[in-house]
């Protein structure tokens, strides 16, 4: 079990990352005086609100592809991806609450550590069942 604390320490920053990202979406309801459920009316709380939705559309991928990615090849590794996938949500929601057109690097980390764990998890797994 010790050799996934990395991973499982993972989990919890991404978690901890959506609650900020959740906090940020809920501060800017507030300065822009547009109350929640209105997700519409001013640029700031759009942009805020569709770059958090954007990062929970990418979970599904994220968190199953992490987890097996460190039970079939490597916990360090899947760490290491996941820590540079929460680093590419935060420079994508970062970017995107600037520029809508600054979101771009941020997805590109984010993407390539995502397809390394899946693609790397179901190449190993789809490996080791034909073995």
């Known amino acids: ?6 991973v499982a320490v993972v989990t919890l920053l991404c978690s901890f990352m959506i609650f900020g990202m959740a906090l940020k979406v ?16 001013d640029p700031r709380l759009e942009r805020a609100a569709r770059a958090h ?3 929970l559309e990418w ?7 992490l987890w097996l990615f460190a039970i079939y090849w490597s916990p360090a590794w899947a760490a ?3 820590v540079a996938w929460i680093v590419g949500r935060i420079a994508y929601f970062v970017g995107y ?3 809508p057109m600054k979101r771009y690097p941020g997805f590109f980390i ?6 390394l764990l ?3 998890a179901l190449g190993r797994i789809v490996y080791l069942w034909l073995a």
């Open 118 to 120: 899946l693609f790397g």
């Open 97 to 99: 609450l600037v520029d």
């Open 53 to 55: 939705a954007n990062t």
């Open 59 to 65: 979970l599904p991928i994220f968190l199953p592809a």
């Open 26 to 41: 809920a501060k800017t309801h507030s300065t822009t005086g547009i109350l929640a459920p209105t997700m519409t009316g």
């Open 80 to 82: 290491g991806l996941g």
């Open 110 to 115: 984010q993407s390539i550590a995502a397809f």
């Open 1 to 6: 079990m010790e050799r996934y604390y990395a």
